[in-house]
Structure formats: C-alpha cells, structure tokens
DNA sequence: CGTGTCGGGGCTGTATACAGACTGTCCTTT
DNA sequence: AAAGGACAGTCTGTATACAGCCCCGACACG
C-alpha cells in the first residue's frame, strides 16, 4: 500500500472515530510527525479528504477538522434520496438484467432472516453490510458511471451513507418498525424496477432516505447512541457557534 | 496564484480547448517541461483534475486525457436536471428571500432582451453569461451547501453545464423556439418558488436540462456546430472503441 | 523465424531542502 | 498602562534528489 492511501486512511479513522476533534487544526508537519510519513503523501491525503469533506482549508493555511450542522446532515441525506432515486427511476426505465434484480431480492431475504428472531449478537452487524450492499447494487443496476460517481461522493460523509444510522437505530424504541418499513421500501423498489415503474421506484428512495432523516433526528436526542454513528463525533447540535 | 492553480488552469483549458487530444498520456515530466512548473505542482493539478473527471488514472500509471460517450453525457445532462429540480425544490418549499427571486426576475428579463431582435454581435454570449448566473443563483437560493457542492462537481464537465450548449445552439434552426421554452421554463420555476410549489419547480427544472439533451443530439449531427461546444473535441460519437 | 531474457530509459512515489509568508509574543515607546 | 513594532518560530508552496518499478526494445538462442 502506498503511504498516501495508509495516511489517507488512518487520518480518516481518527477523524471519524472522534481521536480528532473538530476545529482541530491538521498542519502537515505534525501529521507527518504522527503518522510516520513525510510531509508529500500527507499533502496528498489531506487533499483528499478534503475532497471528502472531512477537512477543510482554513485561511491561515493549512486544513481543520470539520464539523456538521445537523441541517446540514439532514441535507445530505435527503439529497442521497434525490440521487438513489434518481438511479432507481434509471433502473426501472432503461430496464435491469433479471440477474440483478434476483441478487437484490436475495439480498433482501437476508435482511428480513438478519432481523427476526432470534436476535443474536452480530444480527444488525450483518443488517448493515447487506443493506450497503443493496445499495451499491441498485446504483450499479442504474448502469450509469456519471450517477455512480456522484453517489459516491454523497455517501462518501460517514452519515450520509444508506447505513450511517442503522447500528444506532438498533437502540431506537421503534427499531422493529423502522427495520419492517426500510424493508418494504427495499421490496416495493425491486418491485417498481422489475414493473418498469420509474416513478414509483424514485418516489419510494426517496422516502427510504426519509428514514434515516427519523434516526438521525433520535440520534440527536440520545448522546450514547450518538457514538454508535460513524463520525458521530463531528455532529454539532442546532445552533452551536 | 499560485502554480498549483496556474498549471491547473491551463492545462484544463488544453484540454477542453482540444489541443490535448483524449487519451494523450500527461505524464508528470512532460506536462511539467510543457508549462514550466517542477512536478510538485503539476502532480497537484493533475490529481484535481481527475477529480474533475477531465483525466483518469492509467494503469501503466499517470493519467491520460479521458473522452465521454455521448450516452455519458446525457446521462450527466439528466444528472443535472434532477439536482438542480432538488435545488428549486428547496428553495420552493423553504422559501425565498424577496430579493433573489427580484434578481432573478431581472435576469430572465435581461435574457429576452438579449434574444429579441435586433441580433446584435455578442448576444448570445451575454446570453449565456446571463442564464450562467441565473442557475448559479437558483443553486444559491436553495440555501444548501451540500446541494451546491454537488451540482458544482457535475457542472465541472463543461459539457454538463448549464450553458454548455447554448452556445451551439446558435447554429441550430430551432434555435428560437428553444430560447423560448427555456426562458419558459425560467419563468415558471421563478413562478412556482414564489409560490412554494415544490413539485412544479422540480419538475420544471428537469425538463429545462432536456433542452440540453436535445441540443447535444443536434449538435453531435452537426460537426462544425461541436467546435463552438467546450470539450466539444473530447465527445465520441455513438459507439467508437 | 519465433520466443525468451536481459538491459536501459523513464516514470511514479517519497523524502527533503529552501524561500517566502504569517502568526503570535514580547519588548519598547508613548 | 496600552499600543505598536520587531523578531522568532512555524507553516505552506515549490523544487529537486533518489529509489524502486515497469515497460519496451534489442539481442541471443532454440
């Protein structure tokens, strides 16, 4: 591995894991300094996560940690809504191979086994990777490079990605109906796709999205299940300064 | 400026402007000699460059001028479409402050003067300058920076931008009968924010980029009319290599 | 004549040196 | 005592040196 992709990486974990605050200011020497690498690749890994969103410039020079207004987050979930609905409607109206569409259903089955009793350690653990998996899976069925890429970048934000509340959600009252609901969406739109219904297909991931809107909202409300969100750390409350 | 941004510049305008044909190797040395910067910043630019989607990665290493399928392009067309129908969704739904829709008034009505006779030298670059600012402003008023941010990156492909075909469209016969459904359509969703209906700004601003669609499937029957597109030289026709 | 192997050239990734700019502090002056 | 200026430390932007790798071509051998 190169050492831009292992700074890269490893400033991310401590960034996303909270080791870094927000504001925290990130020169390069000191980062060189920390992580065993000299000043070239960690330029290059801060350029990167720049474009990630995770840091940015600040005018004195160099990058900071960022940190997210909750309206922010909800933004971007929402405009992850409009985009995998968008592949959702490319799906249904240029057509998916059958391939695909069993692969999803079989994805889905899964989920429904990983999320009825009995409820062992691990069970949302596997939630969670399935459910990224469909995901991915329906953005690569819209058979668009253009539209892939540019999911990508949304989901690239820890939060922002279709499994960024779903471990902390397991803590939520109403998990069970959350999960039962995610799960009718994840059905009605391999349905709409296969019927060739892009409308349909859109209209239903973008209310998917709207739920992660739910979680993030009671994640907010309950500090401890704030650390279960991946960058959970970077979230400020309304109106902080 | 710095080297970094200069190098940045112009080797994109080397690019769009066709003087570096697609798939021409950049490596680091050479495009250093070429714009007389050492390959720090070149390796720099190159990388934000990619980011853009202007050059790719090769495997034998370094990047290499890319080329766009006509498909790809209408899908980044289409792309386009939904993210800013999302912008004035919001902006729609969230309200508008009075002063932007009052500037966008003014701008769609400096648009008709532009393109009513008499025909002046000029006037369609004015025009251009003026429905450039007039989605700039729209992005803006949706109040949005993950939203802008993202309609920022899709709009870096010349191409994809809202004015990447206007330009072009000079040429074409049609070409008043399209000046006035866009203006329509500027119209409209001025009309629908003011009136907080979401739904019809959306969908208007959808229907505004396949204006782009159909004057990209003009221009790609009309080569001469591809020179005044920027990046016109690196669209491949219907099914090349 | 074809194939395999060896060598050279060039390239990327990385480290590091150096100049200019900036920040923050301390001292001096009013 | 407060304000302004000078200085030191640090940082970024840039250039450049160096090592390892890969690719291509040439040459020799079967």
């Not at 569409?101 to 086994?113: S, T, V, Y």
């Amino acid at each position: 591995m190169s050492q831009t992709l292992s700074v890269q990486l490893r400033l991310r974990d401590l960034i996303v894991s909270g080791e870094m605050p927000p504001g925290e200011r990130l020169s390069e020497p000191s980062v060189a300094e920390r992580l065993g690498a000299s000043r070239t690749p960690v330029r290059a890994a801060l350029a990167r996560l720049a474009e990630e969103g995770l840091v940015e410039p600040i005018p004195s020079g160099g990058f900071a940690v960022r940190s997210f207004a909750e309206e922010e987050i909800q933004d971007a979930i929402e405009l992850r809504g409009t985009l995998e609905g968008h592949a959702a409607r490319l799906a249904a109206e240029r057509g998916a191979p059958a391939a695909a569409l069993a692969e999803m259903k079989r994805l889905i089955a899964r989920m429904d086994e990983a999320t009825s009793p009995p409820i062992r350690e691990g069970n949302f653990t596997d939630y969670v990777a399935l459910n990224a998996h469909f995901h991915e899976l329906l953005v690569e069925t819209a058979g668009s490079a253009v539209v892939a890429r540019q999911i990508g970048r949304v989901v690239a934000l820890p939060f922002a990605s279709p499994s960024g509340f779903v471990l902390a959600q397991a803590a939520l009252p109403e998990a069970h109906r959350v999960l039962t609901a995610a799960q009718e969406h994840h059905r009605g739109v391999v349905e709409a796709i296969e019927h060739r219904e892009g409308a349909r297909a859109e209209a239903l991931m973008r209310e998917h999205a709207r739920l992660a809107r739910r979680n993030l909202d009671f994640v907010m409300r309950n500090q401890e299940s704030l650390r279960l969100v991946p960058g959970g750390a970077l979230i400020r409350r309304r109106s902080w300064a």
